[in-house]
């Protein structure tokens, strides 16, 4: 984590200086975002490592989940911070104020994070409990990256949606995101407890992904039948969809944490992330294309679909 902190704060301070887009070329832009990437890609997975090494097995959940509601928070500090900072001061100034966010969370962990005592290790204690099931951490691994492709559809193309087929004013689009990602905070964390206290992981994944499918293909039929015309309808339904979608990220990074055991938490946890970067980078670039050959319903259809795939990719729940 100290390394991935370190070193993306420091290439951002050399992007503030060398790389803004008013004073580097293309090229430059695109080679710092992708080192930028690289760098920083090691934080996910040796963070939730951490949670398998302090985190008891009736607690993990709860606490991975928490860890996942960094997605959509940092997403909305963004959202409000640098979109401002960018028109007011340039992109120096935003690549400065990232670099200053990502060495004040590495000062973070240097002082608060630390390997358990190993008689205390949590993870040690179960390390030879089971062996991998190799199997079904790459079954849960696609599942996962699957799963976010419809995610990042509604996070991506919503307010693009709700601007071109409903008419949304800018304060109705910004506020019904602003609720969908309160609600995938609030719904990370409750499924993390929930599960934690049922022991119900496999299950509450498998459910979520058919509750999820449901609430694409309802949105995409209210859309044919009209719901553009009714905005508070329209609102909740995408709302309820990026919810349901969005609700089980802790949960099955846990189940995955825990099927691939202690000594490859971390492994699996960064494949999972690949997983779902890759969903994050086809998504935009299909969703252009199911436009052009249909509409906006084809689009929610689409995605409902794409979510049905991850059903029979997580794990069925063990019997008793």
């Known amino acids: 984590m100290l ?3 370190f070193s993306t ?3 951002l301070v050399l992007m503030a200086l060398f790389a803004t887009p008013a004073h580097a070329s293309f090229v430059w832009l695109v080679a710092g975002l992708c080192a930028l990437g690289l760098l920083g890609g090691s934080v996910n997975g040796s963070s939730g490592r951490a949670m398998m090494a302090w985190f008891g097995e009736g607690e993990r959940g709860l606490a991975m989940s928490i860890r996942q509601t960094a ?4 997403g909305g500090i963004g959202a409000v911070m640098l979109l401002w900072l960018a028109t007011s001061y340039g992109f120096g100034i935003v690549f400065g104020a ?3 966010m990502c060495a004040l969370s590495g000062v973070f962990a240097w002082r608060w994070l630390h390997e358990p005592p ?3 290790h949590r993870a040690v204690q179960h390390k030879d409990a089971a062996p991998p099931k190799n199997a079904q951490v790459w079954r849960v691994v696609l599942g996962i990256g699957v799963l976010c ?3 990042f559809a509604v996070l991506s193309f919503a307010s693009v949606f709700m601007h071109d087929a409903a008419r949304f004013s800018v304060t109705a689009i910004s506020a019904t995101m602003g609720t969908l990602q309160l609600g995938a905070i609030l719904m990370r964390i409750w499924s993390g407890r929930h599960t934690d206290r049922h022991g119900n992981r496999r299950a509450y994944m498998r459910v979520s992904t058919i509750i999820a499918c449901a609430s694409f293909v309802a949105l995409g039929l209210a859309t044919v039948l009209g719901a553009v015309h009714l905005p508070i309808l329209l609102a909740a339904l995408l709302i309820f969809a990026g919810v349901c979608v969005s609700a089980w990220h802790g949960v099955a990074y846990t189940e995955l944490a825990t099927l691939a055991g202690a000594s490859r938490a971390g492994t699996a946890l960064g494949m999972a992330n690949t997983a779902v970067f890759v969903g994050f980078f086809v998504t935009p670039l299909a969703i252009p294309h199911v436009l052009a050959i249909g509409s906006w319903p084809l689009v929610w259809l689409a995605a409902g679909v794409c979510a049905s795939f991850a059903w029979p990719l997580f794990p069925r729940p063990a019997r008793a």
């Open 3 to 5: 390394t991935g902190l």
């Open 9 to 11: 704060a420091a290439a």
């Open 71 to 74: 997605v959509p928070l940092g």
């Open 98 to 100: 990232l670099a200053a």
């Open 118 to 120: 190993r008689a205390g």
């Open 149 to 151: 492709v419809p995610q």
